[in-house]
């Protein structure tokens, strides 16, 4: 399994910028995929934003799209989450996640290694 670490939450007005930090210990995620995901409280855990570690290839969530983007650092093994013109409804607990698969990165039963989260509060 991949150790993972967020960094990088806080609280920030709406319109703000937030760049999430992941990194990964363990092994090198070359093959893998690492997936954002986000809980609200009292909401389910709902996808954010994917990337291939192979070949950079992201996906986001409609809800994201425009606003975040998803990168990595080979060298370092970490992961990032770039996100702009932050809403409230982006206030959550954001969690990176690893699988070694690349298909349904939407799903968070695919991912076998967890963060423990970062809190991201936007104020209005």
């Known amino acids: 399994q991949v150790r993972l670490v967020e960094s990088g939450g806080g609280l920030v007005e709406t319109g703000g910028s937030l760049r999430l930090s992941c990194a990964a210990s363990?092994?090198?995620?070359?093959?893998?995929?690492m997936g954002w995901f986000r809980q609200a409280p009292g909401k389910e855990r709902e996808f954010v934003a994917a990337?291939?570690?192979?070949?950079?290839?992201?996906f986001y969530a409609d809800t994201v799209k425009g606003r975040f983007t998803v990168a990595r650092d080979n060298a370092k093994n970490t992961g990032y989450l770039q996100m702009n013109r932050l809403k409230p409804e982006d206030t959550a607990v954001y969690y990176c996640?690893?699988?070694?698969?690349?298909?349904?990165?939407?799903?968070?039963?695919?991912?076998?290694?967890w963060g423990r989260g970062t809190q991201v509060t936007v104020s209005s």
């Open positions: 990337i291939s570690w192979s070949d950079s290839s992201a």
């Open positions: 363990g092994r090198a995620l070359s093959s893998y995929v």
């Open positions: 996640a690893a699988t070694p698969g690349a298909d349904m990165v939407i799903h968070a039963d695919v991912y076998d290694s």
